[in-house]
């Protein structure tokens, strides 16, 4: 058993990375300046899209893209409901209504065939969210929204380092938003990216973010800037400080080498995993230019094969000093989302009442990845083994 406690999530940070963010704080200029305009553009460069704003989370991503694809009073948007919160309590501010899609008990994602069961005659935009950052097959979701005149906003927090297709999330979604909150692949503490081809979409979510104001400060305050602005409409104050964006921009040179690491730890925990009973990990990809991000490694708990439920299963391994974690609590399981309609979501109820994330980051060691299979192994039974797994 370990002696120390291992995190669920620890944040990979080098020391020239931190430099990087003194730099940024001795340069005279702390809020949306040089080093956000620097991040955006190297963000742009790798999803290869033309356009990257840089927020201060993907709550805000998600809000100022729903609100510049017009969504409003009277819209419906089919999503997940295994997910994190943030997209519906943006639909609801916006006065308009999440409705629920099943997902795949596979990938644990939204996926076209259960996002066309949850369509309605007033659905204005899907949000479809990569689980894990396993690719959901995006084009599929396009083709059958993009038929039917509705937009799609691909929910990408977890999906720095996924390849759909060869191709980032939001490179053929009409935008996509990413985020840099603490847990995630790349992380500036909080923080978010929105990314789109549509210069109309960018132009106005730049806009939304920053009160309305047409002007940021970067334009008013250095030595080309000038003092005037307009308020185009009311908006938001999402915009991303200078220090945190010196911070992803670091963390985006790094992101290559962190998910080969990633990839490396999880090969092994399915390897292993695969030889335990009742223990059911996220289907891996379905194509050679398709790859996970591995944001989370998440598994399925059968109770009668694996003889422990998923909750007992967590305490088991806080017991033995491993921090493992449950996502999502399904959106419509939540007192304040109760009152929204749903049809029956069977799959979305099956998993998340079994499913599990174990603990991944770039700097765990061989012997941390060691200990979690070795709780694991001692929480399933010993009945189950003899039994080879039935
Ligand atoms: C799937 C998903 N969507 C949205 C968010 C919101 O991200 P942020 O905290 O950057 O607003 C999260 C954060 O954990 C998430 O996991």
Redesign the pocket.
Known sequence: MRTTFLPYCRPTLDDDEIASVVATLRAGWLTSGPAVAEFEQAFARAAEVPHAIALN????A?HVALRAMGVGPGDDVVMPSL??V??AQCVLELGARPVFADIDPRTFSVSARTIEAALTERTRVVIA?PYAGRPLDIDAVVSLAHARGIRVLE?A??AVGTLDRGRWAGARADAA?Y???A??NLSTG???MLVTHDAVLAERARVLALHGMDRDAWKRYSATGSWRYDVREPGFKYNLADPLAALGLAGLERLDARQTRRAEIACIYTERIAALPGLQAQAEVDRDDDRMSWCMYALLVDPVRAGITRDTLVERLRDERIGASV?YIPTHRFSGYRALASTPLPMTEFVADRILSLPLYPGMSDDDVESVLDALERSVTPRAFALGGR
């Open positions: 989370s993907c709550t805000a998600l997910t994190f943030a997209g969210m929910d927090a977890h938003a985020s840099f909150y847990t995630k909080e923080g978010g996502h």
